[in-house]
């Protein structure tokens, strides 16, 4: 069964920071780009970040700068750590997996963590 379990969401004000973190079972941890999503109320999911096994990552570039992806390939957890945070910020957050290895398979989402950022 595969689980994709988030934290570290939370109220902040805004120019401060969070770290976010997703713990991944029943996946080959190895085999599946990571990536965090958000959602804002009104708004359709959008991407915030990813990251290859290898360490690759990419950015939505409303968060280029404030933001870093990083991956514990030994303990199957990916983290964002957000700094600089700013209302616009505030969103539902999920953990993604992809599987991209040996090809795409199947994908996976948590089950979101709040971030609320006030002004």
């Known amino acids: 069964q595969v689980q994709l379990v988030e934290s570290g969401g939370a109220l902040v004000q805004a120019g401060g920071s969070l770290r976010l973190s997703c713990a991944a079972s029943?996946?080959?941890?190895?085999?599946?780009?990571m990536a965090w999503y958000r959602q804002a109320p009104g708004n359709e999911r959008e991407l915030v970040a990813a990251?290859?096994?290898?360490?690759?990552?990419n950015y939505a570039d409303s968060v280029t700068g404030r933001f870093t992806i990083s991956r514990d390939n030994s303990n199957n957890t990916v983290y964002l750590h957000m700094n600089d945070l700013k209302p616009e910020d505030t969103a539902v957050y999920y953990c993604?997996?992809?599987?991209?290895?040996?090809?795409?398979?199947?994908?996976?989402w948590g089950q979101g963590t709040q971030v609320t950022v006030s002004s």
């Open positions: 990251i290859t096994h290898g360490g690759y990552s």
């Open positions: 993604n997996a992809q599987r991209v290895w040996p090809r795409t398979g199947s994908a996976y």
């Open positions: 029943g996946i080959i941890f190895a085999f599946n780009r």
